[in-house]
């Protein structure tokens, strides 16, 4: 029952013209929704638009920051947490690196001078990990 029709040669190049118009005529709708777009996004911007934020504001670049370990005495140690405790009284909450990272700050902003003598006030320790007793 499936005959096969001849084909002529005006009804392939009908069907060959219509595939070649097919692929231009969607180029062309999709060239007219594109320029449509933003004809459409633009006059829905003004009724929304914000002040632009001045370059000044811009996101500063992340510091990439340093993960180290130190050793110190137990007295000093003891004297952050009265430090913590002295900031939450004043409703500042700090952490342990927080106020380490103040007294950096204050020490650097401190003379020559000055520095030596905070420096000459703390004694010196052996540094790295205390050793372990052998019996535990």
């Known amino acids: 029952m499936n005959a096969t029709v001849a084909?002529?040669?005006?009804?392939?190049?009908?069907?060959?013209?219509?595939?070649?118009?097919?692929?231009?005529k969607t180029a062309v709708k999709a060239a007219v929704k594109a320029a449509a777009k933003p004809a459409v996004q633009a006059a829905a911007k003004p009724a929304s638009r914000k002040p632009a934020a001045p370059a000044a504001e811009a996101k500063p670049a992340k510091i990439k920051l340093v993960r180290d370990s130190f050793t110190m005495p137990s007295d000093e140690y003891a004297a952050l947490g009265q430090l913590k405790q002295r900031a939450l009284a004043g409703a500042h909450?700090?952490?342990?690196?927080?106020?380490?990272?103040?007294?950096?700050?204050?020490?650097?902003?401190?003379?020559?001078?000055?520095?030596?003598?905070?420096?000459?006030?703390?004694?010196?320790?052996?540094?790295?990990?205390?050793?372990?007793?052998?019996?535990?």
């Open 7 to 24: 084909k002529t040669p005006a009804a392939t190049k009908r069907k060959a013209a219509a595939r070649s118009a097919a692929p231009a």
């Open 93 to 136: 909450p700090v952490k342990k690196s927080e106020l380490l990272r103040a007294g950096v700050k204050l020490l650097a902003s401190l003379s020559d001078a000055a520095l030596l003598r905070a420096l000459k006030n703390v004694p010196a320790i052996k540094t790295g990990r205390p050793k372990t007793k052998k019996g535990d």
